[in-house]
């Protein structure tokens, strides 16, 4: 791959990231800075759900969060799905595109189960195995036959097998309780894993025959997944080693990174990846201008083990950063922190994992961004980092650089 296109594509997701500030400016939404310098079936949305944030200031326990670039969602215990942050392509799925610094609540279904959101799209599935997809939609990565952005939750195909979702800037893969994997959207850079065909697919298309997938995640114009083996398997773009397979170019089809077959979990982020093996240890490859492999200088094509310990538990990549739990329930980040996500009061880029605050009640569920938001044992909700459309959730766009609970309804 030429030097000029490795270029391009290392700065074609933050340009995607900030175009949702940009657009909302031009129409005359009130902005505030960043600083990234330091046919189909549809869920209903009652007209009491749409655009009024709970007044409650109770802290409802939370089962599951994603963090897209510029909105949060969160699913709680009782099943119910709620959103809130910027809402422009119609990613908070409320029926409109108006933002929302508070938790509003997506339809009236208490059968939401898994969740992920990225730059302006949120996929979901419910406990009977359907799969939902809402927001921008201009490469088909909604996967609803269409090019059509929505503002509600559109139900993806007949399908009452999915069992869980990623969702990136331009694909979305998902996995089915069947084993089988399957990928939508974009295919510039064999981010499908279909080979070079389709250039663009609006509808899920099967990747490869296999059966034995555990978990899939998506990067910009990347893709890793595990199968029930533990071996790792990445394609798509590697313009930074973010595939793990020594090389800075591309793979169309699913290919094996190394030969260990102790993968328990990985994440994809902007350019880079991180993954945990069976015995706790941590590991990282990719991009790494903020230090956002944990270690190492320059970028890594290859796994690149993060320091010496053996009791991480779940780790989660963005754009430039990276955070992980422990199984001690401590929680830690590295990389880019210029709008305080790495949540340490400060707004320092790490290269290696720092502690965030002193708490051992941290739990696995958890989402980064240029925001970050995690939970804790007891179900609270915490977030912190750039809070520019109010995807904190605490009703302000106030910034912060450390961890701060989230009222959600009791």
Same mark, same amino acid.
């Given at each position: ?43 209903? /949305? ?18 599951? /969060? ?18 809130? !942050? ?36 949120t996929c979901a599935v419910r406990t009977e195995g359907t799969l939902w997809c809402w927001g921008s939609n201009n490469n088909g990565q909604l996967g609803d036959g269409t090019t059509t952005k929505r503002s509600s939750p559109v139900r993806i195909g007949d399908a009452t097998t999915w069992a869980s979702v990623s969702t990136a800037t331009n694909h ?32 899920? /298309? ?12 998506? !990067? ?19 313009? +930074? ?55 190492? /200088? ?10 010496? !310990? ?18 001690d329930g401590s929680l830690w980040c590295w990389g880019n922190n210029a709008s305080g996500q790495l949540g340490d009061g400060t707004t320092t880029h790490r290269s290696t994992p720092t502690r965030v605050g002193a708490a051992t009640t941290w739990t696995d569920s958890l989402a980064t961004s240029y925001h970050a938001c995690t939970m804790r044992a +007891? !179900? ?31």
């Amino acid at each position: 791959m030429n030097e000029n296109r490795v270029g391009r594509l290392r700065t074609r997701w933050r340009r995607a990231a900030r175009a949702a500030v940009a657009t909302a400016a031009s129409v005359g939404i009130t902005v505030l800075a960043i600083g990234l310098t330091a046919g189909a079936a549809t869920a209903g /949305v009652s007209a009491a759900d749409r655009g009024t944030p709970d007044a409650s200031v109770a802290a409802g326990p939370v089962s599951r /969060v994603a963090a897209g670039n510029l909105h949060t969602c969160v699913i709680r215990n009782d099943g119910a799905l709620w959103c809130w !942050g910027n809402n422009f392509y119609g990613q908070l799925g409320d029926g409109t595109s108006t933002d929302r610094t508070a938790p509003v609540r997506i339809g009236d279904a208490t059968t939401w189960a898994r969740i992920d959101a990225s730059i302006s799209t949120t996929c979901a599935v419910r406990t009977e195995g359907t799969l939902w997809c809402w927001g921008s939609n201009n490469n088909g990565q909604l996967g609803d036959g269409t090019t059509t952005k929505r503002s509600s939750p559109v139900r993806i195909g007949d399908a009452t097998t999915w069992a869980s979702v990623s969702t990136a800037t331009n694909h979305t893969c998902a996995v089915q309780t069947t084993g089988t994997l399957w990928c939508w959207g974009q295919n510039r850079h064999g981010q499908l894993g279909t080979g070079a065909t389709p250039y663009q697919a609006t509808a899920p /298309v099967q990747v490869g025959t296999a059966t034995t997938w555990a978990s899939v995640t998506t !990067g910009y114009a990347h893709t890793c997944a595990t199968r029930t083996d533990g071996t790792l398997w990445c394609w798509g773009s590697s313009s +930074d080693g973010q595939l793990g397979l020594g090389i800075r170019d591309y793979r169309a089809t699913p290919t094996q990174v190394g030969t260990a077959t102790t993968w328990t979990g990985v994440t994809a982020g902007y350019v880079h990846t991180c993954a945990v093996r069976a015995d706790g240890t941590l590991w990282c490859w990719g991009e790494n201008g903020y230090g956002q492999v944990g270690g190492g /200088v320059g970028f890594q094509t290859t796994p690149l083990q993060v320091g010496t !310990g053996t009791t991480w538990a779940r780790v989660e990549t963005s754009i430039d950063s990276s955070c992980a739990t422990r199984t001690d329930g401590s929680l830690w980040c590295w990389g880019n922190n210029a709008s305080g996500q790495l949540g340490d009061g400060t707004t320092t880029h790490r290269s290696t994992p720092t502690r965030v605050g002193a708490a051992t009640t941290w739990t696995d569920s958890l989402a980064t961004s240029y925001h970050a938001c995690t939970m804790r044992a +007891d !179900g609270s909700l915490w977030c912190w980092g750039d809070n520019s459309f109010g995807q904190l959730g605490d009703g302000t766009t106030t910034h912060r650089s450390t961890p701060a609970q989230v009222a959600l309804p009791g």
